[in-house]
């Protein structure tokens, strides 16, 4: 991998942005053997993405307050498992020295560090922690603590809307939920017949097809209509921004649309960055780097 330049020309005096982690890892003692992403030369110290700061040491202090975010985050813990696993997650990222990504949930920022020096810090958008019910099935919207890793990198990635999506829009919007299933029409109060061809969805009227726009819902006669896996109705591209880190199952670090959700709890458990900064991350942290969650 290359040299990673400055993102931005910065003058000399411009205050050291300091990393989240710096009074954890000075108490957790000595690190152990790290863990070994693929082969990754020494990086220069770069700036924020997002704020234009140089960003060098990590040797002492808090997050810069500028950086926070604007909505406080409460700390809380469902049970005694995920505390733990909240201080196994700190601790393991103290004992790793190599190339990592550490997520830091109630900063709402992301860090990424070799050895004692921060790289890059970004805020970043956070799961919602709720949950939604519909029968016997239930969905819990939060960034799972943990220690995973960078699986695959994409550009300009699709999303597939899972089940959970089309749950929480016909709860909202009061709406009956049904399946479209290939081959199989539905008749529509107005006489026409909702039906796939060619991998659309569209209506049949007087005999001529319509194919619905893809990146809209399919809402007829107060129901909304799951498009099956397969058909441009399921595929909604720009949804996860230019670029994405994909960390396993479904979770993610990706960009957005939603610019303004950066620094809440907004997501369904992936952490959303600025443009910018996704970009960084796709341009300079390598598949197989570590991710700490905590």
Excluded at 6 to 22: D, E, I, T, W
Excluded at 201 to 216: I, M
Excluded at 242 to 268: C, E, M, V, W
Aim: with cysteine; glycine share 8%.
């Amino acid at each position: 991998m290359p040299d990673i330049p400055l993102l931005r020309s910065l003058p000399r005096s411009v205050a050291p942005l300091v990393a989240a982690l710096a009074g954890a890892l000075a108490t957790l003692g000595a690190a152990a053997a790290p863990l070994r992403a693929q082969s990754v030369p020494t990086l220069p110290p770069v700036a924020s993405a997002t704020t234009g700061r140089a960003v060098t040491d990590s040797a002492a202090g808090a997050l810069d307050p500028s950086l926070r975010p604007t909505v406080p985050y409460v700390s809380r813990f469902r049970s005694t498992r995920d505390s733990v696993a909240h201080e196994r997650t700190r601790e393991a990222a103290a004992r790793t020295s190599a190339l990592r990504v550490l997520v830091l949930l109630e900063d709402r920022q992301l860090a990424v560090m070799q050895g004692e020096d921060t790289l890059m810090v970004a805020p970043i958008a956070v799961g919602m922690d709720t949950t939604i019910n519909w029968g016997s099935r239930s969905w819990t919207f939060e960034t799972p603590r943990g220690s995973r890793r960078v699986l695959r990198k994409e550009k300009d990635p699709v999303w597939v809307p899972p089940e959970w999506h089309y749950v929480e829009v016909a709860q909202k919007r009061g709406l009956k939920l049904a399946h479209l299933k290939a081959g199989r029409a539905v008749r529509l109060a107005d006489g026409r017949t909702l039906t796939i061809r060619n991998g659309r969805v569209g209506v049949v009227a007087d005999g001529a097809f319509a194919a619905l726009p893809a990146d809209e819902e399919i809402v007829f006669d107060g129901t909304l209509f799951v498009p099956p896996l397969g058909t441009a109705n399921r595929r909604i591209p720009g949804e996860l921004g230019r670029f994405k880190l994909d960390l396993g199952n479904g979770y993610l670090l990706h960009g957005t649309p939603y610019q303004d959700s950066i620094g809440d709890a907004a997501t369904h458990g992936c952490v959303r960055l600025y443009d910018e900064d996704i970009e960084w991350l796709y341009d300079n942290v390598p598949v197989g780097t570590p991710v700490f969650i905590f």
